[in-house]
């Protein structure tokens, strides 16, 4: 399980200072709890990496962050800045989010880059990598198309042993759909990713608050979990 605090104060409607508390909060909250990773914005890796190491828990909660969050949508060359600033700071863990418009609109080009060498990047480095397709966003035949085209271009970059360290990731938990759907994780979602994902792993994220959800999405195939 993944302790997870991604909002801006802006989007919690608090300030700086009342973020950095609750930020300080999810850290202390992962440490007791012994979960497995924090997961937090690119501004917060090394500070947390600091707490953690400094608490004695150096290689047992582990530090995660998010690469073109939320949209995905950033230019190619900043998102890898950012990954590389992020294992600079002792980041552990890297989410990417893919370009999942670039997806729909037939930019296949730009998802094949981004995803063979954001995962280079991490792999290389020895660190855990995740691509947000952003299920919400797509259909269940979208799902199905991208999760497998991100496991083909993983398994040709880094080879079906290195991608068992790379998983695909329902959601950012940000988008909004217009209709009704869960912006988050669903069984149905996990299930279907898990069907095309081949050598990868599939984290479930977004709207898993209770022990029954979690149940629900461990047992569509989820292995880890963003809460």
């Known amino acids: 399980i993944d302790s997870t605090y991604l ?3 802006e989007q919690a409607g608090v300030n700086e200072f009342e973020t950095d508390r609750i930020v300080f909060d999810t850290i202390k909250d992962a440490i007791e709890h012994d979960m497995k990773l924090v997961m937090l914005r690119p501004e917060y890796v090394a500070g947390a990496r600091a707490l953690i190491d400094r608490q004695g828990y150096s290689g047992r909660v582990l530090v995660g962050t998010v690469i073109g969050f939320p949209h995905g949508n950033s230019e190619h060359g900043a998102k890898m800045d950012e990954a590389l600033e992020a294992i600079r700071n002792g980041v552990d863990e890297l989410d990417f989010v ?14 094949m880059k981004e995803v063979s060498e954001g995962t280079a990047i991490g792999i290389d480095e020895g660190k855990t990598v995740k691509w947000i397709i952003e299920s ?30 790379v998983f695909v990731k329902t959601s950012t938990g940000f988008y909004q ?9 669903t069984p149905e979602t996990v299930s279907i990713m898990k069907s095309n994902a081949g050598p990868l792993q599939v984290k479930a994220s977004g709207g898993i608050y209770s022990k029954e959800d979690a149940e629900k999405m461990m047992d ?8």
């Open 7 to 9: 909002k801006t104060p």
């Open 98 to 111: 893919v370009d999942y418009n670039a997806f729909k609109s037939g930019n296949l080009d730009k998802v």
């Open 136 to 165: 919400a966003a797509l259909s269940p035949e979208e799902i199905a198309e991208l999760t497998g085209l991100i496991s083909k271009i993983v398994v040709e970059t880094v080879g079906p042993e290195k991608a068992k360290n």
């Open 177 to 185: 759909p217009d209709d009704d759907r869960p912006i988050g994780a």
């Open 220 to 227: 569509a195939g989820a292995t880890r979990l963003g809460t």
